[in-house]
């Protein structure tokens, strides 16, 4: 079995067994075993859903620190257009690129040029595209997980076009070294990440050997480090100081903002893994109709409602609102070339460089015969539980706690029913 990384771990110290990390894991994840939580490697798409309900703040971060230590001559830092809706409207995102300078970055690059340029190759590749529809994005991380683990047979239906992040860390990689004399190892690229799948997506890519990034932050640590450098500099900031070339753009990092970025007709946009899997199971069962293309966010209203994030998704949102109206032509559109971005397309260049596969779990890697074995196994364990779903056996489940007993992880006793009336 492969050996996956998580962005975030359990602080078995702090960790007290309340169970309510485990009831809202979306893939059932997460076991209660001897008062501990414990995560599945194989089964969690690191939504972030434990981290913002743990009670006992036991499961924590696996992120980088914002001192970064690592010997590059050269420090890139690439935030998340979420990053300028934590702060509100009276702090110019440029300065949020300034404060980014003093903690010892030599140049911030936003990604969205690489977005505006995206969404232009993903109206030209559905113009060619012949096959099984409704395409999905290939956006966020943790719902391309989440079919890889429960709906692996949806795979061939993600978009198989690279994300911003990367097609902008690769492009620093290529750019720089030229224009600053420098061997492409020597430059280090940061992303501030807003939830724990974009670490993952960077750390353990699913599409490719590595990412073009050297570095990856939590936009909450970030934000803490940010925000007195950020005041010091509102106090002597003038406008002015802003170059004609600058911008910034939220652009997919809110629910709809692909689609309306790439002028879709036939779409829909859905957001919260609970409702995510709702889609993904109509489209499973053929009942999705008269869409040709699904943008689906595991975080409420997309990116901006982040476990990492400090502002609320709604106040972020109405915090970005109010910067691209204050802030004008900075926070508009951008202008892409599109004979360009033809070419690239062509080329490849806006693609993934291997697709998407579905994951193999304990349950089902195995062969088929063994398989039917433990299906018919656990509907047996099944139908003796009470099926109330009360969790006290620390399976979120009683199907779960059925699928543990096949596993070997459990005791029948374990549920304190049958216990009970094996005493009897």
């Given at each position: 079995?492969?050996k996956?990384?998580?962005?975030?771990?359990?602080?078995?110290?702090?960790?007290?067994?309340h169970?309510?990390?485990?009831?809202?894991?979306?893939?059932?994840?997460?076991?209660?075993?001897g008062?501990?939580?414990?995560?599945?490697?194989?089964?969690?798409?690191?939504?972030?859903?434990?981290?913002?309900?743990?009670?006992?703040?036991?499961i924590?971060?696996t992120?980088?620190s914002v001192?970064?230590?690592?010997?590059?001559?050269?420090?890139?830092?690439?935030?998340?257009?979420?990053?300028?809706?934590?702060?509100?409207?009276?702090?110019?995102p440029?300065?949020?690129?300034?404060?980014?300078?003093?903690?010892?970055?030599?140049?911030?690059?936003?990604?969205?040029t690489?977005?505006?340029s995206?969404?232009?190759?993903?109206?030209?590749?559905?113009?060619?595209?012949q096959?099984?529809?409704p395409?999905?994005?290939?956006?966020?991380?943790s719902?391309?997980?989440?079919?890889?683990?429960?709906?692996p047979?949806?795979?061939?239906l993600?978009?198989?076009?690279?994300?911003?992040?990367?097609?902008?860390?690769?492009?620093i990689?290529?750019?720089?070294?030229?224009?600053?004399?420098l061997?492409?190892?020597?430059?280090?690229?940061?992303?501030?990440?807003p939830?724990?799948?974009?670490?993952v997506s960077?750390?353990?890519?699913?599409?490719?050997?590595?990412?073009?990034?050297?570095?990856?932050?939590?936009?909450k640590?970030?934000?803490?480090?940010?925000?007195p450098?950020i005041v010091?500099?509102?106090?002597?900031f003038?406008?002015?100081?802003v170059p004609?070339?600058?911008?910034f753009?939220?652009?997919?990092?809110?629910l709809?903002?692909?689609?309306?970025?790439?002028e879709?007709?036939?779409?829909?946009?859905?957001s919260?893994?609970?409702?995510?899997?709702?889609?993904l199971?109509?489209?499973?069962?053929?009942?999705?109709?008269?869409?040709?293309?699904?943008?689906?966010?595991?975080?409420?209203?997309?990116?901006l409602?982040?476990?990492?994030?400090?502002?609320?998704?709604?106040?972020?949102?109405?915090?970005s609102i109010k910067?691209?109206?204050?802030y004008?032509k900075?926070?508009?559109?951008?202008?892409?070339?599109?004979?360009?971005i033809?070419?690239?397309?062509?080329?490849?260049?806006?693609?993934?460089?291997?697709?998407?596969?579905?994951?193999?779990?304990?349950?089902?890697?195995?062969?088929?015969e063994?398989?039917?074995?433990?299906?018919?196994?656990?509907?047996?364990v099944?139908?003796?539980?009470r099926q109330?779903?009360?969790?006290?056996?620390?399976?979120p489940t009683?199907?779960a706690?059925?699928?543990?007993?096949?596993r070997?992880?459990v005791?029948?006793?374990d549920?304190?029913?049958?216990?009970?009336?094996?005493?009897q």
């Open positions: 079995m492969a996956y990384y998580h962005a975030h771990m359990i602080d078995l110290e702090k960790c007290k067994g169970m309510l990390c485990m009831r809202p894991c979306p893939t059932q994840a997460i076991r209660v075993r008062g501990k939580a414990r995560i599945s490697e194989e089964l969690c798409v690191d939504c972030g859903t434990c981290l913002s309900v743990c009670p006992s703040g036991a924590v971060s992120a980088d001192v970064n230590n690592q010997p590059f001559k050269y420090k890139v830092v690439v935030p998340s257009p979420v990053l300028y809706s934590q702060f509100d409207v009276s702090i110019h440029y300065i949020i690129h300034l404060a980014f300078c003093k903690l010892g970055f030599d140049e911030v690059v936003d990604v969205g690489s977005s505006a995206l969404a232009r190759a993903l109206v030209k590749y559905m113009k060619t595209y096959g099984r529809l395409l999905i994005s290939s956006h966020c991380p719902v391309l997980r989440l079919i890889q683990v429960k709906y047979d949806l795979v061939e993600i978009v198989p076009l690279d994300v911003p992040r990367e097609v902008t860390a690769r492009q990689k290529r750019d720089r070294p030229a224009k600053l004399g061997k492409t190892e020597e430059i280090g690229v940061t992303y501030i990440a939830c724990p799948a974009k670490i960077i750390r353990q890519p699913a599409e490719k050997a590595r990412s073009w990034f050297d570095g990856v932050i939590s936009m640590d970030a934000y803490s480090v940010l925000l450098q010091a500099i509102k106090e002597k003038d406008e002015s100081q004609e070339d600058f911008t753009n939220l652009g997919w990092a809110t709809g903002g692909i689609t309306q970025a790439a879709m007709e036939k779409w829909l946009a859905v919260g893994l609970d409702q995510v899997m709702k889609i199971d109509d489209i499973e069962n053929s009942r999705l109709r008269n869409i040709d293309f699904v943008e689906a966010m595991a975080c409420m209203l997309g990116c409602g982040g476990s990492f994030n400090v502002e609320t998704p709604y106040v972020a949102r109405t915090n910067q691209r109206d204050k004008g900075h926070g508009r559109g951008i202008a892409v070339d599109d004979q360009d033809e070419e690239k397309l062509k080329g490849g260049y806006y693609f993934l460089e291997n697709p998407i596969l579905p994951r193999p779990t304990t349950y089902f890697d195995t062969d088929l063994t398989s039917i074995k433990r299906m018919k196994e656990r509907e047996r099944y139908q003796k539980l109330i779903d009360c969790g006290c056996c620390g399976s009683c199907m706690f059925a699928e543990d007993f096949v070997g992880e005791q029948l006793t549920c304190i029913f049958l216990a009970q009336k094996q005493g």
